[in-house]
């Protein structure tokens, strides 16, 4: 019976799910800020040497790095999660990507330190891809088991609406600074928003550390501790037993993550390199499209609990492969409201079906004592293999293969 000091289960699971989605809109605002940057104005500042439109890529390029550190994260923050606990390894992960996205507010630009500017801006976003990398499968993990019987893929929901409240958060940010700073935007306001993410730190540290683990990881970890597995890797575990929905998990996220990205990063290099648009159309698009996202997101985790959360990912991939095309032909036209109808239709239908039941998927891939590294691993591998292009027209092919990868 909860005293005073237990927290009853609606408690947990309140508690539970703030930790996940506050956490997740704090990481979020932090990784969206370096794309939106680097897709702006990052090519100016640390390639100058190069053409601007090959410094563009060189730019965006540094971007991508995030994603070569994000399976190494998932895979020691997965292991740590069911060796330490959930929470301890969600703050851990919590701290290396603040620290990392407050420093990169310093770093001083090629035209100060040369060299050495890149070098370093490439060192801090390695650590963002290896502190988020460790960041979502831990996060919806512990809503999927803290959920109720016929509720998991509605509250699995939530650590998702935190990723498009990030997106909504930091592109409003480097919008909000972009303004303040004017024709000083490229000289100091890009700092603004990373400086910045350690007030979002201050509140996603009292949420986290209120958060307790959930009552399903306790069973297990005492029963792991009395039959002695604790000595064995989880990891290690995943891999010799779980190989098939290890598998399962990494392929089901294609349908997704690159696209999403596409759609989220390179639309903002796209429209203002390419078509030759102000950047504020971009940005726009992408605040309007993660505020719709944020609607639809809990809508589909409920319709999932409702017809199956297989059969609504499987709906949503085949939207996303019908709405590529129209999406891309909207956004190609140049006009600020074709563009943000353009991005809102691939990410309201498709991209939000998908996204939605994907933490109840991968929580099902695996037992709770090697639920972390499975979630985890699972959702960061195929992310280091993304499709990314200068260019509109292979990003927009390269949107059906992903999407068939997760059928």
């Not at 640390?46 to 601007?52: M, V």
């Not at 292991?79 to 407050?102: C, E, P, Q, Y």
């Not at 890797?233 to 010799?240: G, N, Q, T, V, Y």
Request: proline content about 6%; overall charge positive.
């Amino acid at each position: 019976m909860p005293t005073a000091a237990t927290p009853t289960p609606e408690q947990v699971r309140r508690r539970s799910l703030q930790s996940g989605t506050i956490g997740a809109i704090v990481e979020w605002y932090e990784y969206t800020i370096y794309g939106v940057a680097a897709a702006l104005v990052f090519g100016q500042l640390f390639f100058p040497n190069f053409a601007p439109g090959v410094g563009q890529i060189v730019s965006l390029a540094t971007f991508g790095v995030g994603f070569l550190a994000r399976p190494i994260g998932a895979f020691v923050a997965g292991h740590l999660g069911d060796r330490i606990g959930r929470k301890s390894t969600l703050i851990l992960t919590f701290s290396i990507m603040t620290v990392a996205t407050a420093a990169i507010g310093f770093v001083p630009t090629y035209q100060q330190i040369g060299m050495a500017a890149p070098v370093l801006l490439c060192v801090l976003r390695l650590a963002q891809g290896f502190a988020v990398g460790g960041e979502w499968g831990g996060a919806a993990i512990v809503a999927v088991e803290n959920a109720p019987r016929g509720r998991r893929g509605y509250f699995g929901s939530w650590p998702q609406i935190g990723v498009s409240a990030g997106l909504l958060l930091g592109t409003a940010s480097v919008s909000f600074a972009s303004w303040i700073s004017g024709d000083a935007f490229e000289e100091w306001g890009w700092r603004l928003p990373f400086l910045f993410s350690v007030v979002l730190a201050g509140i996603g540290f009292f949420i986290r550390l209120r958060a307790t683990e959930s009552p399903a990881f306790l069973a297990e970890k005492a029963k792991m501790d009395a039959e002695l597995e604790r000595r064995k890797a989880p990891a290690a575990i995943l891999f010799r037993d779980h190989r098939k929905p290890l598998l399962i998990a990494i392929f089901g996220r294609f349908a997704e993550a690159g696209n999403y990205y596409l759609f989220t990063t390179f639309i903002l290099s796209y429209v203002t390199t390419t078509l030759g648009a102000p950047k504020s159309y971009g940005l726009a698009a992408s605040m309007i499209g993660a505020a719709v996202n944020i609607v639809m997101i809990p809508v589909f985790g409920a319709v999932s609990d409702r017809i199956g959360r297989v059969r609504t990912f499987l709906i949503g991939g085949a939207l996303i492969v019908a709405a590529t095309w129209p999406s891309f032909a909207l956004v190609h036209t140049g006009h600020l409201w074709a563009i943000v109808g353009g991005v809102v239709l691939f990410l309201a239908l498709g991209h939000a079906m998908v996204y939605a039941p994907c933490p109840r998927c991968t929580a099902r891939c695996s037992p709770p004592r090697c639920g972390t590294p499975a979630s985890r691993s699972g959702t960061r591998w195929h992310r280091s293999c993304s499709p990314a292009s200068p260019r509109h027209w292979p990003a927009r092919w390269s949107c059906g293969p992903t999407a068939a990868c997760g059928w």
